[in-house]
């Protein structure tokens, strides 16, 4: 008898959609459209929980990658001098 294996998932971005996705501003036209749904989701939570609720995976190691994308204006504040 095997024992099934829980498998964790260590590769996945997100990004919350209140930050921008900004990695498809310099994308080609023809490639636009593609970033376009790259973007949807990558900030869709349920999409990135889906294999785990699932059972197909056991859990997912997840970062935002800060190259990809801008924080929200609001979060932006300057330090007083």
Excluded: K, Y
């Excluded at 869709?44 to 935002?64: K, M, P, Q």
């Amino acid at each position: 008898m095997t024992t099934p294996l829980d498998i964790i998932d260590f590769h996945n971005h997100h990004i919350p959609a209140r930050f921008e996705v900004t990695a498809g501003r310099t994308a080609p036209a023809n490639q636009r459209s593609r970033w376009d749904a790259l973007a949807r989701s990558l900030a869709d939570e349920e999409f990135l929980l889906h294999d785990i609720h699932a059972g197909d995976i056991g859990s997912r190691v997840v970062n935002i990658p800060a190259s990809l994308s801008r924080m929200p204006t609001a979060a932006c504040r300057t330090r007083p001098s």
